[in-house]
């Protein structure tokens, strides 16, 4: 199984910037920011959240939101702020914010099928 990745610019309340490339983790709720990211664009914590992690053990980690500019367009989301050795994830939150799928066969993001129903 191949792995996804996407470059992508966070922007914090004062408008400090930093570009980096995400995982695509399309078993991850939220967006992860590594720690040096997060202070380095000035994020303060708004919320916490329980996180389960793939081994079952829980973790509560700090929650702020922050703007995300990738080639599809400019969003803001809601990111969890990482801890020292954290890297950065892109979760399926972020991902239908900007109405993309990671199609499973090619490992590729694509637009999302939108309905009404």
């Known amino acids: 199984m191949g792995l996804t990745y996407i470059e992508g610019t966070v922007t914090g309340p004062k408008r400090r910037r930093a570009t980096l490339k995400f995982l695509v983790d399309s078993g991850a709720s939220y967006t992860l920011l590594p720690q040096k990211v997060w202070r380095a ?26 703007f995300i500019t990738l080639p599809q367009g400019k969003r ?17 939150g972020t991902l239908e914010q900007f109405r993309l799928v990671l199609n499973p066969f090619n490992r590729k993001l694509q637009p999302m099928r939108m309905m009404l129903a």
């Open 76 to 92: 803001q989301t809601p990111v969890i702020l990482g801890q020292k050795g954290d890297e950065a994830l892109l979760g399926v």
């Open 41 to 66: 664009i000035g994020l303060k914590a708004t919320d916490a959240v329980t996180c389960t992690l793939a081994d079952g053990t829980e973790v509560k980690r700090n929650v702020s939101d922050c």
